[in-house]
């Protein structure tokens, strides 16, 4: 049975810096650079029929489409570090995206994550790293950003399980709506019902 959850895709330039920063962290096992996403909501392994009740639920999302910036760098598990991430810089937009799918979730019968949703990608899995290397290498990595780049559509992607997580496969895609094309229709009609 795979592995569910909702996220963004990360386009080529975003993956491209985040790329640069693999390396240098021993016992460190680095994703796989097609592999990088930010998680939205992590649904877990569900039979088919709640699968097929998710995506027609996620049907139903009518967001803006929205820009996003990748920013810093940190780690999960301060003791033993498991994870190490690049964040995403505070959107709005974002928060509202996720707040929404988090919400189709829990009525669907799906428990709420116990976790506070922190934006980020993961760049590798740990194993053994000391928290002296982690810290180090996060020190050297801090001033990390990308280019703002556009967040299109949404994703549902399935897993399947494997050591450090991938292949990862989108089952279904969302668009978001780009707020100025809509703006426009909006407009025009306007000016016909005006002119009538």
Known sequence: MPRLFTALEIPRDAALSLSLLRGGLPGARWIDVENYHLTLRFIGDVPGHVADEIANALDRVHRPSFSLTLSGVGAFGQKKPHAVWAGAAPSPDLAALQAEI????????????????MPHVTLAR????????????????????????????????????SVG?????????WPLSDARAASRVASASDASRIMR
């Open 102 to 117: 988090e919400r189709i979730c829990q009525r669907l019968g799906i428990p709420a994550d116990p976790r506070k949703f």
């Open 165 to 173: 997580g991938g292949p990862y496969i989108v089952e279904e895609a």
């Open 126 to 161: 740990l194993r053994n790293s000391s928290p002296l290397d982690v810290a180090q290498y996060l020190s050297a990595r801090g001033n990390f950003s990308t280019l703002p780049f556009r967040i299109g559509r949404f994703v549902l992607m399935s897993s399947r399980d």
